[in-house]
């Protein structure tokens, strides 16, 4: 019988409204993310709205379209691009599903630190400056949708391959019961537009 993986006990790398992170404890290249359980009582409990009753995924429809976007831009450049967090699978843990994906880590092996930390610790230097804007233009050029992107969900990473590079590891996919962005290539890349400019506003802010 295979029993759930015990991650209750450990402490998260990251906290966000729906979901925990945490580093796999068996394996440093990768990290489990699951869903917070006060949110799955919360959304998906007993109190939950008539509607959604008959959403067969509940609480992991949050997984489904994370993974629908991953496996969307697999299909259309062969393979995942750079600036996104890959995907490695599922695990069952002692806090429900858990989705397992690729830790970015920066030059000395750490988690890589998220903008907003280079930003408020005055270190997006020229060099972070440069992979910001390469970071912009694959975005531009990718079919993926992005449903969120901030400060906090883009971490400045560094492997042998992309060098010094951003990766967006949360907010991707569609979001909205009619997914326009999916069917319209225009709608999607002026979103993208938009939170980019909202991005770059912050940065401009620490200048």
């Not at 796999?24 to 489990?32: G, T, W």
């Not at 067969?56 to 949050?62: T, V």
Request: contains cysteine.
């Amino acid at each position: 019988m295979i029993t759930p993986f015990p991650i209750q006990g450990l402490q998260p790398i990251a906290s966000g409204k729906f979901r925990l992170v945490y580093e796999h404890p068996e394996n440093r290249d990768l990290l489990i993310k699951v869903i917070r359980p006060e949110m799955i009582a919360k959304r998906w409990g007993s109190g939950m709205p008539w509607y959604k009753r008959r959403r067969r995924m509940k609480q992991y429809a949050l997984f489904v379209r994370e993974i629908n976007e991953f496996v969307a831009t697999c299909a259309d450049n062969g393979k995942a691009p750079a600036f996104a967090q890959k995907i490695t699978g599922f695990i069952e843990t002692d806090l429900g599903l858990g989705l397992i994906t690729e830790a970015a880590r920066d030059r000395e092996g750490n988690l890589a630190p998220p903008m907003k930390k280079l930003l408020a610790e005055r270190q997006f230097d020229d060099e972070a400056r440069a992979a910001l804007d390469r970071f912009i233009e694959a975005l531009l050029e990718s079919n993926i949708v992005v449903a969120d992107m901030h400060s906090g969900n883009l971490v400045y990473a560094h492997n042998e391959t992309e060098g010094n590079h951003f990766v967006l590891i949360d907010g991707i996919g569609a979001t909205t019961l009619i997914p326009t962005k999916v069917w319209s290539r225009r709608l999607n890349l002026a979103s993208k537009r938009s939170k980019i400019s909202k991005l770059l506003n912050t940065v401009a802010k620490y200048s």
